[in-house]
């Protein structure tokens, strides 16, 4: 490898961040041989540029390692331990609680190709692809997604999501929705996730775009998601993976901040 460096990598006050928080090599194997730092590096440049993993450039390790990373933190759930903690961090930097109390829900529709998978058409947008369902916290920090076919409507993905709700979830009682998850849905949350659904409509007196009051923050993390390239199109065949590129491209996000700051 050369010492070749991409706007993706980690700088030095980034890697110190997150280097704990990378599980340790097991006891009692083979040594570890690869630079995690740059394995970081080469899953992040994947996220951000959109290339296929043998397109890798061979500045990194081989890309069959890099995904070998990758999908095994993906199944063991490291990506979201990694997410959760600097989410706290960032919201602790913000002056807030770690857990936040207030959230935000929305969906977006994305085209997949045409691998095999789970995938729909959403007639409402036009889109034959998958659904990210995502529940933001009041600064647009992500606390949860689900993907699905994006033939799902709106408030049945909702539920999916809400029901996965866990530790990091705990003190939230009220969610800014817009106006597709009304009705059944409404007491549905307040029965079995004690949660507030709080619709945010439009005026029907302004036409055009209108920037809504709460609902704006899920609609910013949306912006976030399409400045990487890897989502911009679903290209996965596993839902579980395009969710673990949500988590990868937010705690790349949020890494940043946190070095900044």
């Known amino acids: 490898m050369t010492n070749q460096k991409y706007p ?24 570890r041989e690869l630079d995690m730092r740059q394995v970081l590096n080469a899953i992040f440049y ?26 095994q933190w993906r199944r063991n759930r490291t990506w979201r331990r990694i997410h959760d903690t600097l989410r706290s961090e960032l919201r602790r930097g913000s002056g807030r ?24 058409f959403d007639a409402h947008k036009n889109v034959n692809g998958r659904k990210r369902h995502i529940l933001v916290d009041t600064l647009g920090l992500l606390l949860l997604v689900v993907v699905t076919a994006a033939s799902v409507q709106d ?10 709700l866990r530790g990091a979830c705990k003190k939230l009682r009220r969610i800014w ?45 949306f912006s976030w998601f ?17 969710e673990a590129y949500v988590s990868v491209a937010t705690s790349r996000l949020m890494v940043g901040r946190l070095a900044h700051s």
């Open 8 to 31: 993706t990598d980690l700088t030095d006050s980034q890697w110190e961040l997150i280097k704990d928080l990378i599980p340790l090599e097991k006891p009692g194997g083979r040594h």
């Open 46 to 71: 994947i996220v951000d540029n959109g290339n296929k993993w043998r397109s890798l450039p061979h500045d990194f390790p081989k890309w069959p390692s890099v995904y070998h990373y990758f999908r």
């Open 97 to 120: 609680h770690k857990h936040a109390t207030a959230g935000c829900l929305d969906s977006q529709s994305v085209k997949s190709t045409h691998l095999p998978g789970m995938r729909g």
């Open 155 to 164: 408030r049945d993905g909702a539920k999916l999501l809400l029901l996965g």
């Open 177 to 221: 929705v817009d106006g597709a998850y009304r009705g059944e849905l409404l007491n549905w949350a307040a029965a079995h996730c004690r949660l507030i659904l709080q619709p945010v409509l439009r005026t029907d007196h302004k036409k055009g775009f209108i920037v809504l009051p709460r609902r704006w923050v899920v609609e910013r993390t």
């Open 226 to 242: 399409n400045q990487n390239r890897r989502m911009s199109t679903d290209y996965k065949r596993l839902t579980e993976t395009s």
